[in-house]
């Protein structure tokens, strides 16, 4: 058997019952996406082109370039058909399942981003799909779930626990584990039990396979650094993957630092969702990983305002990569994800998803000695989403800004 694991990370820790779907989809990724069965992928990046609208740019942020005094590079995963990079893995997942003769999708999401990229790829192979969202979430990210449901997705709301990405991904298992003969579960991230930590990978990679020939195009040679945002960590590993080997590249992870990582646990909450930086080896979600728990071991609320960056653990192969030293992980709190949301779009003309201005913010924040002078930035989504919740949280945190000024005087 192919190995389940990264070092010690990964694994399968499931219940039995969802033992035969987990071996069914290890043996279909084996077979289609690793050898190409049936040009699975052949059609998946024909697919990928003409309704996902790659290969996306890698756009030189010249007014940001001149402001740090660096060279800095955004690959547009906002231009992505959707709004995110999310649809890379949403429609290799969705069709895969076609592929397994399945007729109905299901998926957890958290920003929304991935619910609505699962929808938009469901509709467009025709696959029922139901999407699993918690409470929290969809207060605050309204918009998608009313994409989603125009795309004629099911939206169930998960009222349980905190109501964030943890719980949805609970329910979804628990859907999944009465419905494996006709269901395949489109997992978000690059998480869970094995195959999904490498499939998600693998469907991400492009981006890194793009950036990598783009970068050598404009500048004749490799970045110093890439930076990328993680929440399970989906775009990082996907920003990351083909740039593993080049050793002279630093390779950034920028978790959630929400109200500060120095924060003292409240009972079981957190205030932020720093994994990769403070996470301790557990089990979550069917895989070995780093995670935020308590000292009994309990799993504890995370905290971020975006919620794409919300949750308590992280895919085990940055685990793994973070103890070997390959990537480097780093934390920008809320403040600074809002201040950098500002800062694209009043310099460049780009409004960024929350989850995403957490890697932006680390331009400014970031520590000496890690960028170099050319740097990739992995934009991972555009932030319509976020506007709403962007105005009360500046107003919250004391942002100062022609528009919370406007808003902050009723106008
Ligand atoms: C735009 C965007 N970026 C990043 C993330 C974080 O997910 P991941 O770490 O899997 O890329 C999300 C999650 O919803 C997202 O919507």
Same mark, same amino acid.
């Given at each position: 058997m192919k190995s389940t694991k990264f070092g010690k990370y990964g694994g399968q820790y499931v219940p039995e019952v969802l033992m035969p779907a987990i071996s069914e989809l290890a043996s279909a990724y084996e077979s289609y996406v690793r050898k190409n069965q049936d040009g699975f992928m052949d059609d998946f990046f024909a697919r990928l082109k003409k309704f996902g609208g790659r290969p996306t740019p890698l756009y030189k942020a010249e007014r940001l370039s001149e402001k740090y005094g660096k060279e800095i590079y955004l690959k547009r995963e906002d231009l992505v058909h959707g709004g995110a990079h999310k649809l890379n893995n949403a429609l290799g997942q969705c069709l895969l399942a076609k592929y397994m003769g399945k007729e109905r999708v299901i998926a957890e999401t958290g920003a929304g981003q991935h619910g609505t990229a699962t929808a938009m790829a469901a509709s467009y192979l025709g696959l029922d799909c139901e999407i699993y969202m918690g409470k929290k979430d969809i207060n605050r990210q309204r918009p998608n779930v009313f994409r989603m449901e125009i795309n004629g997705a099911k939206v169930n709301p998960v009222? /349980?626990?905190?109501?964030?990405?943890?719980? %949805?991904?609970?329910?979804?298992? /628990? *859907?999944?584990?009465?419905? =494996?003969?006709?269901?395949?579960?489109?997992i978000g991230s690059v998480v869970g039990p094995h195959p999904f930590p490498k499939m998600v990978r693998d469907f991400q990679s492009i981006i890194s396979q793009e950036a990598r020939e783009q970068i050598q195009e404009e500048v004749g040679r490799l970045p110093d650094s890439v930076v990328a945002c993680v929440g399970g960590g989906s775009n990082a590993m996907g920003a990351f993957y083909n740039f593993l080997q080049d050793d002279q590249v630093n390779l950034i992870a920028v978790e959630a630092g929400g109200k500060g990582i120095e924060t003292k646990l409240e009972g079981r909450i957190a205030h932020h969702s720093a994994s990769l930086t403070i996470?301790?080896?557990?089990?979550?979600?069917? %895989? /070995?990983?780093?995670?935020? !728990? *308590?000292?009994?071991? !309990?799993? =504890?609320?995370?905290?971020?305002?975006? %919620?794409?960056? *919300?949750? %308590?653990?992280v895919g085990p192969e940055l685990a793994y990569l973070v103890d070997e030293g390959r990537v480097i992980p780093r934390t920008i709190g809320d403040k600074e994800a809002i201040e950098a949301f500002f800062l694209l779009s009043e310099m460049e003309g780009i409004i960024p998803a929350l989850e995403t201005s957490h890697a932006i913010g680390y331009l400014e924040n970031h520590v000496e000695g890690d960028l170099g002078e050319v740097v990739i930035v992995n934009l991972s989504g555009r932030g319509d989403k976020?506007?709403?919740?962007?105005?009360?949280?500046?107003?919250?945190?004391?942002?100062?800004?022609?528009?919370?000024?406007? =808003?902050?005087?009723?106008?």
């Open positions: 009222e /349980r626990g905190s109501g964030t990405l943890k719980e %949805a991904i609970n329910e979804t298992l /628990r *859907d999944w584990s009465k419905s =494996v003969d006709t269901t395949h579960y489109v996470g301790r080896e557990g089990v979550l979600h069917g %895989a /070995r990983t780093k995670i935020l !728990q *308590d000292e009994d071991g !309990q799993i =504890v609320e995370s905290h971020s305002v975006s %919620a794409g960056l *919300d949750y %308590a653990g976020d506007v709403e919740t962007v105005m009360e949280e500046s107003h919250r945190l004391g942002i100062k800004n022609r528009t919370t000024d406007r =808003v902050g005087r009723g106008i």
